[in-house]
């Protein structure tokens, strides 16, 4: 699975094609602006970065990093080409498109109406940032790794939590 973290208001400003840096040149570090202008310069576009889930760095450990860069995460079962793999789990693409995604959590609880509105049929998961210690390892699989669960089975919007 490739996730990749974005804030919400950047989501909505680029829907339906998400590009790097759109809207938010003014608001990154200048070594951010350094590495974009390395990319640039090495690939001939700057990518979105995407983390890639495996064995040894677990779904659960994407989202925990993914949450860093924003308050909204998109799953993607597969990427576009052209690609790049930039370092050991992260993925490079010039740009994604929105409606290839799998699955969709977010921190923003009204963001839900605002995807179930565009995107009908994709589960859509609200994630309140105190309850992720509380869910173990099992939960999560069965949650984000696709298996038939019947989770998604009537309603794909729901909150994880108490």
């Given amino acids: 699975m490739f996730v990749h973290g974005i804030p919400f208001v950047h989501l909505v400003s680029q829907y339906p094609v998400l590009s790097p840096g759109e809207g938010k040149k003014k608001r990154i ?9 390395r990319l640039v310069r090495h690939l001939g576009y700057e990518p979105v970065h995407l983390l890639r889930s495996s064995r040894e760095y677990p779904l659960t450990r994407c989202i925990a990093e993914c949450l860093n860069y924003g308050d909204t995460i998109l799953a993607f079962p597969g990427i576009p080409y052209p690609r790049v793999q930039l370092s050991r789990r992260e993925w490079g693409v010039p740009r994604l498109n929105i409606f ?3 699955w969709i959590l977010t921190t923003r609880e009204n963001a839900r109406e ?3 509105h565009r995107l009908p049929g994709i589960p859509v998961l609200y994630w309140r940032p105190d309850v992720p210690q509380a869910l173990g390892r099992r939960e999560l699989r069965k949650i984000f790794c696709g298996k038939p669960t019947g989770v998604y089975s009537r309603e794909p919007d729901f909150g994880i939590g108490p």
């Fill in 100 to 102: 290839d995604v799998a």
């Fill in 114 to 116: 605002w995807f179930h």
């Fill in 29 to 37: 570090s200048p070594v951010q602006k350094a590495d974009a202008r």
